[in-house]
């Protein structure tokens, strides 16, 4: 069996065992922040051919997920190909997939799955709060001594800054040019990190943001197809940002009740980032 009529057989057979009935064009699915449940490049390189209107023929993004680096290479090639955008053939073995957890915009009713995100290295932990530190975390807030950090959610656009979705605001993540050693790359993606927070904030997705694992699983998925991590996040950060004008988000705050202190890090001197069954937490200084 040749492999167009293979790639053909498995998604007929994901079809059926959902019970849909597929028209042969994704294009008929409604846009909902793609990029917020993209766990990997190849599933990025869907969402940005969905933002191109050029999904015509591919399975709905679900279903899509569902198949390994091979299959979802497979089923991309042409279109990316058509559209310019590179693709890479996947490495063997390929890296272990962290799924991403659907984000809280309210854009549905249907319940998020609840996922563990998978460590890859030591480079994914960010030392947490101690229990017997000076911080304390409360309903919605975090008290470390006198210092309050806030949670947030996502904000309706008339409360961002009047430049947050225009070309002009760009994610500029820094470029790493060090070594493979972890211990040059973790304070690289630490601080990358950082500022990829304060980013999202600023257009007003601070309530669904990649936890920490699963933004370090997209460095070494990236670097692992020879891709430009930076890059990638600017391309992310410009369809973020489209998604953004002409979708509407919930500005509803809500904590999972098990969110321990020891599930959150101590980021910078303005943010605080709490992780807990692969939801994550944005608190924010003097707000």
Known sequence: MGLKRLIRSLWVIGIIAVGGIFCGAAAAQTPS???LSASSYYEQVY???????????????????????????????????????????????????????APDLDLDKS??????????SDKTV????????????????ITCGTKRFQLMGNRANHHLAAEALTA?????????????????IQPYLREAYRVYLSKMHEIGLAGATLNY??????????????????????????????????????????????LQISDCADLSDDFMVCSRAGRNYLFVAGS
């Open 47 to 101: 969402c940005e051919l969905q933002a191109r209107g050029q999904t015509r023929g591919l399975p709905p993004f679900h279903q899509f997920k569902r198949n390994d680096e091979v299959i979802q290479a497979a089923i991309l090639k042409r279109p990316a190909e058509s559209n310019g955008i590179k693709l890479p053939s996947p490495q063997k073995p390929s890296v272990q997939s962290v799924e991403a957890v």
């Open 33 to 35: 922040f793609c990029f």
């Open 111 to 120: 319940p998020p799955p609840v996922l563990t995100a998978v460590s890859q």
């Open 213 to 258: 694992d699963k933004f370090t699983f997209l460095f070494d998925d990236l670097r692992s197809k020879g891709l430009d991590f930076t890059e990638r996040f600017e391309t992310m950060y410009t369809y973020l940002k489209q998604d953004k004008k002409r979708m509407g988000v919930s500005e509803k705050l809500q904590m999972d009740e098990s």
């Open 126 to 141: 960010l030392a947490p709060v101690t229990a017997g530190s000076a911080c304390q975390l409360h309903q919605q807030h």
């Open 168 to 184: 002009a605001n760009r994610m500029a993540l820094p470029r790493y040019q060090g070594a493979d050693e972890s211990t040059q």
